[in-house]
């Protein structure tokens, strides 16, 4: 099961720090990322990092101010958002599956979502 955390209501060009913590199974060998779904929109990828940390991928939209890194310990990947953008406004899905990629469908498993919204 996975659990994320973290969403809020913030101002443009604040910052916020999303959680996805694991129970039930050890995801240390998964590939773990994040996605988001805006209302009326499909789910889009976000980020994400191979299961030693090693590699992360973001989308364009969010490179260089998003960084993605996890806690194999503590089985918990994190979302560091920092310049936020209205257009970031969605909920943020936590999911782990075994191939680094960027297609949503390709995950295994699922979080529930949790909410970001960025006020202008």
């Given amino acids: 099961q996975l659990q994320a955390c973290g969403g809020g209501l913030v101002q443009a060009g604040g ?8 129970s039930g199974r050890t995801f240390s060998s998964s590939v773990r990322g994040w996605f988001r779904q805006a209302p009326g929109k499909e789910r889009e990828f976000v ?3 191979s299961w030693s940390g090693g590699n992360a991928y973001y989308a364009d939209s969010v490179k260089g101010r998003f960084t993605i890194s ?9 979302l560091q ?3 936020l953008k209205p257009e ?7 999911a782990a599956g075994k191939v680094v990629t960027t297609n949503p469908t390709a995950m295994d498993y699922w979080g529930e979502g949790t909410q970001v ?3 202008s």
Avoid: E, F, P
């Fill in 47 to 49: 980020a994400v990092i």
């Fill in 70 to 78: 996890r806690d194999s310990a503590k089985n918990t990947v994190y």
């Fill in 117 to 119: 919204t960025v006020s």
């Fill in 88 to 94: 970031d406004t969605a909920v943020y899905y936590c």
């Fill in 15 to 22: 910052s916020l720090r999303l959680s996805c913590a694991a």
């Fill in 81 to 83: 958002m920092n310049s």
